[in-house]
């Protein structure tokens, strides 16, 4: 049975992955988040108890993941866990250094000596952002895996700082790293904090939708199973200290992603007024990059993935989940998730 440490299970692509991975019956996952806002048991419910080991811990907590690797002896280690919402790097960027940068120095450090301790097969996955990359012009070509870092905001610049880490711990000891550079992900389960998932609930509440500047900032977006399928490829064949970009060649401005979620919505449940009336243009978020695009050529050459899922056809899988599954995002929009924590979990 292959065992796998995913740190950030909890998350939006973490919980999916870690679903994901389940699916194949000869697999185990060890759980790890610390449960923080974003994370939500909930996002976990009806996975196979025998298979699925989650516990509440912190990836800082440099005993705790030692314990962990010596407990469980992974296979791999997959490495979700992050701050990750760029509004919030600008309020706080303190815990963003803490959690994206001393976390992934702390699971590098406890990897490291599980590795050398005679696990000579064992693998580390580093998931990152393509907003490492910085910002492009209309016409720039996407980026690659040599594209220059550039990052713009205090989140782009923790996760560049933790993918130098994870590239240094290779290079100087030798520890498989592989690094992942994903696109924009959308689909189940994610925090409503996020663009996607923000409009199409207060559309469907019937409140503003608040859009940055002229809302022509553009973005590749990846349906999240999409990305899991890709970490799974790395997982098999990526060759360590390779860096793959993992995108869903489907690069849209966010305000035509607003139109459409709207009409979406007012075909499955039309309102008094077409929801696209709930657009309001807010001040720009400083420093908020125009543009992302990832060239995915390499991991498909390298690793034969691509994309299955087309971006229309996503989002309508996406609305389709959440009108189905209200009381999962209803409890996070009034706390309750935090306050009645599901499962067994232990505490690190």
Not at 18 to 25: C, D, G, I, Q
Not at 173 to 183: D, E
Not at 205 to 229: A, I, K, M
Not at 320 to 347: F, M, P, V
């Amino acid at each position: 049975m292959t065992t796998l440490l995913v740190t950030g299970g909890a998350g939006f692509i973490g919980s999916n992955f870690v679903r994901h991975a389940l699916e194949t019956p000869d697999c185990r996952v060890i759980n790890l988040d610390l449960l923080t806002y974003a994370g939500n048991m909930e996002s976990l419910q009806g996975l196979p108890e025998d298979r699925h080991v989650f516990v509440q811990g912190d990836i800082c907590n440099g005993p705790l993941v030692r314990q962990l690797l010596e407990e469980h002896r992974p296979d791999a280690i997959v490495h979700f866990a992050a701050e990750s919402h760029v509004d919030r790097s600008i309020d706080d960027p303190g815990a963003f250094i803490r959690t994206n940068v001393v976390g992934t120095q702390t699971l590098l450090d406890g990897a490291l000596d599980y590795w050398q301790g005679g696990n000579d097969s064992f693998r580390f996955v580093h998931v990152s952002t393509d907003e490492v990359y910085g910002t492009l012009s209309p016409d720039e070509p996407a980026f690659s895996e040599t594209h220059r870092y550039a990052p713009n905001s205090p989140y782009a610049a923790s996760k560049a700082a933790a993918d130098h880490l994870a590239r240094a711990w290779h290079r100087t000891y030798g520890l498989p790293v592989t690094i992942t550079n994903c696109s924009n992900n959308y689909g189940p389960f994610q925090f409503p904090e996020k663009l996607i998932p923000l409009m199409l609930i207060n559309a469907l509440e019937g409140e503003r939708l608040p859009v940055y500047g002229d809302g022509q900032q553009r973005r590749d977006w990846l349906f999240v199973t999409d990305h899991c399928r890709a970490i799974e490829r790395v997982l098999e064949a990526g060759e360590p200290g390779r860096v793959y970009n993992i995108g869903g060649n489907a690069e849209m401005a966010n305000l035509d992603v607003v139109h459409l979620l709207c009409d979406l919505l007012d075909e499955r449940q039309p309102a008094d007024r077409p929801r696209r009336e709930l657009i309001e243009f807010v001040t720009d978020r400083p420093g908020h990059d125009r543009r992302y695009a990832v060239d995915t050529s390499r991991i498909q050459k390298e690793l034969g993935w691509t994309p299955s899922v087309d971006f229309t056809q996503g989002l309508a899988r996406t609305v389709d989940w959440y009108l189905a599954n209200r009381d999962w995002w209803q409890r996070i929009r009034d706390g309750r998730y935090r306050s009645e924590r599901l499962g067994t979990s232990r505490l690190g």
